[in-house]
């Protein structure tokens, strides 16, 4: 059976007054019930995530702040959130699901996350949207706890994954791949072990082209034991912040082609849904509809 983590906190989506479409995190377990993709036994409600597992991944201080409430008017800003205790109780439960989905894919084969790919946090600062690094963090929980040895990072968000790559620059046993619009944001991209800085207005074809030319040279190369997967949907043509030309068709091919790599090198995968600001709140939840049903299908 899929497994999904899902917080009851989802249920009341914050009012920040933001263009961030919380209410996506409410609609997406229903529609899956709905469409019998999965049932009420897949998810399960992770508790915030110990602070020592933290602290694998981000400074203490840093860390302390943001529990305490005291990060600085700047760092504040960087998050694009009003800071509030219910703001980061939230962000610990996203991260401890992340770690949990962990166990559940080393058993099952996937694992997913209704929220997470926070990958903008960095060591010691926030960045938008994002205050703790959930893949992060659960990659290092792995290597840590000597689950794996290896980790491959597949971020298919939009948005390159400056936190990540930043965080696991100088470590060997993990592996950060961007598939990122060059143009988008951050506008001060960092390294990542691998980059594909993708032009304004890249088509399907163009970007499963490169998708299935890179990915499987780079998993044969590292042989990863785990992949974690940032499976944002923002890559759509109507997204309002994405800036590239993906159809819905498109995007679904592309998850596919992702945990078929997986399944067919049986490599265990954790999925994070990281972005979605389409102008139709239907087309993000559809999209991501589309990643847990296709997880169902190829694992299950």
């Given at each position: 059976m899929l497994k999904i983590a899902f917080d009851p906190i989802y249920k009341h989506p914050l009012k920040v007054g933001h263009r961030f479409p919380m209410e996506k995190y409410e609609l997406l377990p229903e529609q899956l019930i709905r469409k019998n993709i999965c049932e009420e036994a897949s998810f399960f409600s992770p508790t915030p995530i110990k602070k020592q597992d933290v602290l694998s991944t981000h400074c203490e201080t840093y860390y302390e702040q943001l529990i305490g409430i005291s990060l600085d008017k700047s760092d504040q800003r960087q998050i694009g959130f009003p800071l509030s205790k219910t703001l980061v109780e939230r962000e610990c439960v996203i991260e401890k699901g992340s770690v949990q989905n962990t166990c559940y894919a080393l058993e099952h084969g996937i694992s997913m996350n209704i929220a997470g790919g926070t990958h903008h946090a960095f060591r010691s600062k926030p960045g938008a949207f994002c205050m703790l690094n959930d893949q992060a963090i659960a990659a290092n929980y792995l290597i840590d706890h000597k689950l794996i040895q290896k980790v491959m990072i597949?971020?298919?968000?939009?948005?390159?994954?400056?936190?990540?790559?930043?965080?696991?620059?100088?470590?060997?046993?993990?592996?950060?791949?961007?598939?990122?619009?060059?143009?988008?944001?951050?506008?001060?991209?960092?390294?990542?072990?691998?980059?594909?800085?993708?032009?304004?207005?890249?088509?399907?074809?163009?970007?499963?082209?490169?998708?299935?030319?890179?990915?499987?040279?780079?998993?044969?190369?590292?042989?990863?034991?785990?992949?974690?997967?940032?499976?944002?949907?923002?890559?759509?043509?109507?997204?309002?912040?994405?800036?590239?030309?993906?159809?819905?068709?498109?995007?679904?091919?592309?998850d596919r082609f992702v945990f078929e790599l997986c399944k067919t090198n049986d490599i265990p995968v954790q999925v994070s849904m990281g972005g979605g600001y389409s102008i139709h709140l239907k087309d993000i939840v559809d999209a991501h509809s589309n990643t847990f049903e296709l997880a169902q299908e190829i694992f299950f």
């Open positions: 597949i971020d298919l968000d939009v948005h390159q994954g400056d936190g990540t790559a930043s965080i696991f620059e100088n470590q060997n046993s993990v592996f950060t791949v961007s598939f990122h619009g060059k143009k988008n944001y951050p506008f001060r991209k960092q390294k990542s072990d691998f980059d594909l800085a993708l032009e304004d207005n890249t088509n399907d074809e163009i970007y499963l082209n490169a998708l299935a030319y890179h990915i499987p040279r780079l998993v044969d190369s590292f042989q990863p034991d785990f992949i974690f997967y940032l499976a944002g949907v923002d890559v759509l043509k109507n997204d309002k912040l994405g800036r590239l030309d993906l159809s819905m068709e498109g995007c679904k091919a592309r």
